[in-house]
């Protein structure tokens, strides 16, 4: 079952664990689909947090965070690494959740490889698109043991919000 505008329209750091064990689902062209489980996400929460993209104001790079949750915020990265962002939270305040790692594939450079993300998934909506959404976890599994951490590479947001556990990650 497809998750909500519910579940994403919440705070982030509510949203972010509660990804852990969701189902990740990229529908292609050909119709075949790739799914994945969720296993380690990060939280960036609003223009305050300097770790998160909007934490430089509304720009066209992040105008999608400034919308309802549930959209897709993507971003290029190295010039060759699509990363894959959920938005949440309600309109006008910036929150997203960065897919990190799932079951199957580590890192979020990856995912986005894994998944053929491009420029075209700026501003999908998990809700109703037909090529990419979050289902629940219908077969019978345990709930994650949730570890947090430091998030990683934004040392730049000085030792504050670098320090924030708002990684994480799912062991079952």
């Known amino acids: 079952m497809r998750l909500p505008r519910n579940f994403f329209s919440r705070d982030v750091l509510e949203v972010a664990p509660e990804l852990l064990g969701k189902i990740l689902v990229r529908r292609f062209d050909d119709g075949h689909e790739l799914r994945l489980t969720i296993k380690e ?18 720009t066209p790079r992040t105008e999608v965070m400034y919308h309802k949750g549930g959209l897709v915020y993507v971003y290029l990265i190295y010039g060759m ?73 934004i040392d730049y947001a000085g030792k504050h919000w670098a320090g924030k556990h708002w990684r994480f990650k799912g062991r079952w």
């Open 41 to 58: 996400v990060e939280a960036y929460r609003g223009e305050e947090d300097l770790g998160c993209h909007a934490s430089k104001g509304r």
């Open 81 to 153: 690494y699509w990363l894959l962002n959920f938005t949440t939270g309600t309109e006008g305040h910036p929150q997203a959740v960065l897919i990190r790692g799932t079951k199957d594939v580590e890192g979020p450079g990856r995912i986005g490889r894994a998944l053929n993300l491009d420029k075209s998934f700026y501003g999908e909506d998990l809700i109703y698109s037909e090529k990419l959404w979050v289902e629940s976890n219908s077969i019978n599994q345990k709930e994650p043991k949730i570890i947090t951490s430091p998030r990683i590479g």
